[in-house]
């Protein structure tokens, strides 16, 4: 089993709709998880943390659960901007070293 | 903040030869410095990962090798390319102050032919 796994997609959703992807992790120790955007040929940037409590940034919004070992990521009100590949990042931190393992990514196409 | 410098952006070179892909950051001290590359189509892989000078943990064999000679300069190196080498190579910081959070360079994209 992948340590961090996501439906690769990709997600063709129209305008205005909400879209949701889902990203399962192996490492029932991982301690800190993170979306990122990645658009085509451009390094990733951080689009949000999650927090065990869930959180929100505008239009989208993070979900953690630990006891399925999951984690989401929301999109609403999606905007034609919002095409990009989304990575689900976690964070297992072995004695005490941070290594950040990626998905594979979830394509997501906004059509107008 | 953190600044990470890459380059260069693209870089085409023959099977066979040396490679050296450099990573400097400003703007913050005693970082942790990683390596990924991203295949064609596919997911982010960590290479390599420093806590500090002349600290490398590796994290998959392969053909590549990397040095961290200064706090904020980290550098990606072979001595004979395979062709299974091209991919995009991004270089990254964990910086302390903002809170675990990962930030990548531009990258470069490193065709072997």
């Known amino acids: 089993r992948k340590e961090v796994e996501q439906d690769p997609g990709p997600f063709n959703v129209p305008e205005g709709a909400t879209v949701a992807f889902n990203c399962t992790y192996s490492n029932s120790a991982s301690q800190s998880f993170f979306w990122y955007r990645q658009d085509c040929r451009k390094e990733p940037k951080l689009l949000m943390s999650?927090?065990?409590s869930g959180n929100e940034d505008g239009r989208f919004t993070a979900q953690l659960n630990r006891a399925s070992q999951y984690i989401s990521l929301l999109i609403r009100d999606s905007k034609l901007s919002d095409s990009a590949t989304y990575l689900c990042?976690?964070?297992?931190?072995?004695?005490?070293?941070?290594?950040?393992?990626f998905g594979t990514g979830t394509r997501l196409k906004v059509l107008a | 903040s953190q600044t990470i410098h890459q380059w260069p952006a693209t870089l085409v070179q023959p099977v066979g030869s040396p490679l050296s892909l450099e990573c400097t950051v400003e703007g913050t001290s005693n970082p942790n410095l990683y390596w990924y590359r991203q295949a064609a189509g596919r997911g982010l892989q960590l290479l390599f990962y420093s806590v500090g000078i002349g600290q490398i943990s590796s994290e998959v064999p392969q053909n590549l090798s990397a040095s961290r000679p200064q706090d904020r300069q980290f550098i990606l190196s072979s001595k004979k390319l395979l062709l299974s080498d091209s991919g995009f190579y991004l270089c990254?910081?964990?910086?302390?102050?903002?809170?675990?959070?990962?930030?990548f360079g531009s990258g470069t994209q490193l065709s072997v032919l």
């Open positions: 990254a910081i964990r910086d302390r102050i903002t809170n675990e959070k990962l930030f």
């Open positions: 990042v976690v964070n297992p931190i072995t004695s005490g070293t941070y290594k950040y393992i």
């Open positions: 999650v927090y065990s």
